[in-house]
């Protein structure tokens, strides 16, 4: 049971990259999977949520109209597009699973991605 985020690395501001969170072992579609960040000194926050149930979709005030969360069920897979990046969104980014619902409270996600490091130069 793993996962395994992806893609992030060095950009511009206004630049774009897309992460990806793939399942091996188990079944994505069955969990709410959120993304968070990580910038050096500060806590874990969310940045984006899709659930299970219904498919509904939360972003992070910070991030609304510039990042797009989705699903590819037959890859396993969750995608976060990052647009119009900027310095702030600098951080290690990961993905993680909740058995119930989206939330903000990182402690009650199941399993963890290892991260992966946006950088976004000014």
């Known amino acids: 049971v793993q996962l395994q985020a992806s893609g992030g690395g060095l950009v511009q501001a206004g630049g774009s990259l897309r992460l990806s969170c793939a399942a091996s072992?188990?079944?994505?579609?069955?969990?709410?999977i959120g993304w968070f960040r990580q910038a050096p000194g500060k806590e874990r926050e969310g940045v984006s949520c899709?659930?299970?149930?219904?498919?509904?979709?939360y972003h992070a005030d910070s991030v609304k109209g510039r990042f797009t969360i989705s699903r590819d069920n037959a890859k396993n897979t969750v995608y976060l597009q990052m647009n119009s990046l900027k310095p702030e969104d600098t951080g290690v980014y990961y993905c993680?699973?909740?058995?119930?619902?989206?939330?903000?409270?990182?402690?009650?996600?199941?399993?963890w991605g290892q991260g992966t490091q946006v950088t976004v130069s000014s």
């Open positions: 993680g699973t909740h058995r119930w619902r989206c939330t903000g409270w990182a402690l009650s996600y199941d399993i």
């Open positions: 899709i659930s299970s149930r219904d498919g509904s979709i």
């Open positions: 072992g188990f079944t994505l579609d069955h969990y709410a």
